[in-house]
């Protein structure tokens, strides 16, 4: 393994124990180690992350107070498959960790080698079983990354005496936007997985651009990779309460509702007649998004 990532881990703008472990333990592996840090303070804690071994921090950016799984996970398969990508993913096994190694397996269709308390440089991993009476190794085949799940302890932390890594941006979550921001819109067009592909956002977008409003998506689009985080309108994502809300190709899970539902004028488009988004709508179109948007972009433009 010539290349290796750690997932870095912090708390009030310190590094967990469990992300020291890890560094120290990719130092013993060989090749440069890199962290993947998330936050708004992530040059306050770079230093000592170098301090254990980082030559490299790659800073996802600031994910405000949502869970940080769909976002990070989203940024590092993003690198991976830009060609950005490292022999091997080291992760703590911890709620954010799990969460994040999980969705990350799902994007970049790669396993999980989970619970591990040893891993050695040709990347022969250790797993205790039986209540920790009985030890079985494993290993992966095929391409990388590796991705590995470590419990916490399993390594020692020690300092390495490195200096100050470089702090690299590579996406940070933030609203880049003409038009008003999400929260603060008065028009507010959502859109959901009944557009059928990530190419059919951009009607989204121009229909809030005509209407003077914001561009907002739901979770399983924000997931599969279509739109920002930043995007997200739920219960994960940013709540807001314009005077219009028109969600389009959106069914109405519980956790999108949650974050829309105080909308003053709720209008819904779907071709799904039972919808549950249509029983908190104030105007309902039962009908084909991909006829219904097109259209009333066309008037909106043709009245100037």
């Known amino acids: 393994m010539d290349r290796i990532w750690v997932l870095a881990e912090a708390f009030e ?36 992350l170098g301090m254990y071994g980082a030559s490299k921090v790659y800073s996802v950016g600031d994910v405000g107070a949502a869970l940080p799984g769909a976002p990070v996970a989203a940024a590092i398969a993003a690198q991976v498959q830009a060609g950005n990508k490292p022999d091997a993913l080291l992760v703590a096994q911890t709620y954010d960790g799990r969460d994040i190694a999980g969705r990350l397996s799902a994007r970049l ?30 290993r992966f085949t095929g391409d990388t990354p590796y991705l590995f799940l470590v419990r916490p302890k399993s390594f020692s932390a020690e300092e390495a005496g490195g200096g100050s890594p470089e702090v690299v941006v590579k996406q940070r979550h ?32 121009e229909l809030a651009k005509l209407l003077k409003g914001a561009p907002g998506a739901s979770r399983a689009i924000v997931d599969a990779g279509w739109v920002p985080y930043s995007y997200q309108v739920g219960q994960t994502g940013k709540t807001v309460k ?31 007649q039972e919808a549950p988004i249509f029983s908190i709508a104030d105007l309902g179109v039962v009908g084909d998004v991909h006829k219904v948007v097109p259209k009333l972009i066309e008037a909106l433009r043709a009245r100037g």
Not at 113 to 119: E, I, M, P
Not at 245 to 266: E, F, R
């Open 174 to 205: 933030v609203e880049e936007h003409a038009g008003p921001k999400l929260d603060e819109a008065a028009v507010v067009v959502s859109g959901g997985r009944g557009l059928g592909e990530a190419a059919k956002y951009e009607m989204i977008e």
């Open 242 to 272: 314009p005077t219009v809300y028109i969600a389009c190709g959106i069914s109405g899970a519980t956790q999108h509702m949650v974050g829309m539902k105080g909308a003053k004028n709720i209008i819904a488009i779907n071709k799904d």
């Open 13 to 48: 703008g310190k590094p967990l124990s469990g992300t020291l472990e890890l560094l120290t333990k990719a130092r013993e592996l060989g090749g440069p180690v890199e962290a993947v840090a998330w936050g708004a303070d992530v040059d306050g804690y770079a230093a000592e």
């Open 109 to 138: 269709n790669i396993g999980v080698l989970t619970n591990l308390v040893g891993l050695g440089a040709d990347g022969t991993t250790e797993h205790a079983i039986f209540g920790g009476s009985t030890i079985v190794k494993a």
